[in-house]
Structure formats: structure tokens, C-alpha cells
């Protein structure tokens, strides 16, 4: 069973940068046509897609986030990372790592996520 | 962005009856869309991709239909395990976009 772990602070203050890793385990990042996701939930709203990223380095991201996120892999950890900067209280949420098969698109395993608040 | 819509936003049921969520897409998403179970705390869980199609280990009381910009998730047969909150994502164009999500509860 594919099991996918969030991991990072769950505070950051206004304006630095939130750091998030997922670890995968019993499935290779580096194997099969997938795509390493990361989807946030602020309190009250609903699932918000950040991007994802290929072992192979290809990304997409949400336009929405205006370039602030970043997603990279690391194939020698089983892991990959967000990071997303300049953060505000509206970046407060719970963030889920997820797999993405492609053709058709669908999410298959997520973590069970993670809270992070954005405050002084 | 294709914006997601779904009704009702909660249910009350009882164990054993039949649900019905729909979910409606702002355009035309084929059958590129799919379901997830959510329960506080744990993982989403896959349901039915594309349209209609249920993924190894997903109970057979869980069906999904639709195309273009309407479509119905259906829980026949509702059992104690299945209250949680469902919500529907269209995979058709990036960014990747989910509806708000329905809530069945206990009635």
C-alpha cells in the first residue's frame, strides 16, 4: 500500500517562506507516469490544487499562487517538497501530498495532511 | 479556472439508504472527473475516476456517471463507514479545480 507522510513546521511567520516534505514509501518517485502533488485546504474553503512535479523535473503549478510555489524532488530520498514564500494568514490550511496518475487524471494516494498557520 | 459546484452541501441519511450527490462543472469536462471520500483526520480516498470507473477495493454500492458538465456520484446501500464528506475534482485543464464538497451525516 502506497503511503505518502507530510512533514514541516505548522507555524510560519507572515512573509517567510513555508517548507514542506512528503515522504513516500512502498512506491518509487521515480517510477511510472506520476505526478508528486501538493493540495492545501484553508479552514472553512475548499481544496485548493497547488502543482505537482515529474521525477523527470516537470512541473505545473496554479496559476493563482502567482509563482510563489515551488515543487522539487529528491529520487535519492523518496521525497519531494513545496515551498512556497512570501506567505500571509490567507496561506494558513491544511496541506496534503498526493499521487497523480496520468491519462486519466485522478489522485490515487494522499497523506493525511498537515496544518500549518501562518501568524507573528 | 473551471469552477466546481456541487448539491446538496450536506445530507442526513440513515444506514441503507440511497444517496445522491451531483456535481456540475462551469464547461465542459468530458468524463475527466473524480470522486473522494474524506473523513476527518485520515487520507482522501479515491472513489470513481473518469466519470464513471471505480478503482480496485472500492465497494460496488459507490457509482458514478455523468458527462460534459453534470454528474452524479451514488451510494447505494449507505453503510455506517460511508458518512464523511465526498467531493468531486475536474481533471479535464490545469489548474486542476474541486467542488466544495457534500457532508453526509447520520439522520
Redesign the interface.
Known amino acids: 500500500q502506497v503511503q505518502?507522510q507530510e512533514s514541516g513546521p505548522g507555524l510560519v511567520k507572515p512573509s517567510q517562506t513555508l517548507s514542506l516534505t512528503c515522504i513516500v514509501s512502498s512506491a518509487s518517485i521515480s517510477g511510472g507516469n506520476y505526478y508528486w502533488s501538493w493540495i492545501r485546504q484553508p479552514s472553512g474553503k475548499?481544496?485548493?490544487?497547488i502543482g505537482d512535479i515529474h521525477y523527470s523535473g516537470s512541473t505545473?503549478?496554479?496559476?493563482?499562487l502567482k509563482s510563489r510555489a515551488s515543487v522539487s524532488v529528491d529520487t535519492s530520498k523518496n521525497q519531494f517538497s513545496l515551498r512556497l514564500s512570501s506567505v500571509t494568514a490567507a496561506d494558513t490550511a491544511v496541506y496534503?501530498c498526493?499521487r497523480a496518475k496520468r491519462d486519466?487524471?485522478?489522485?490515487?494516494?494522499?497523506?493525511?495532511?498537515t496544518l500549518v498557520t501562518v501568524s507573528s | 479556472d473551471i469552477q466546481m459546484t456541487q448539491s446538496p452541501s450536506s445530507v442526513s441519511a440513515s444506514v441503507g439508504d440511497r444517496v445522491i450527490i451531483i456535481c456540475r462543472a462551469s464547461q465542459d469536462v468530458s468524463t475527466w472527473l473524480d470522486w473522494y471520500q474524506w473523513k476527518p483526520g485520515k487520507a482522501p480516498k479515491l472513489l470513481i475516476y473518469a466519470a464513471s470507473s471505480l478503482p480496485s477495493g472500492v465497494p460496488s454500492r459507490f457509482s458514478g456517471s455523468g458527462s460534459g458538465t453534470e454528474f452524479t456520484l451514488t451510494i447505494d446501500s449507505l453503510q455506517p463507514e460511508d458518512f464523511a464528506t465526498y467531493f468531486c475534482q475536474q481533471a479535464k485543464s490545469f489548474p486542476f479545480t474541486f467542488g466544495p464538497g457534500t457532508k453526509v451525516d447520520l439522520k
Open positions: 505518502l475548499g481544496l485548493e490544487w505545473h503549478y496554479n496559476p493563482s496534503f498526493a486519466p487524471w485522478y489522485f490515487d494516494y494522499w497523506g493525511q495532511g
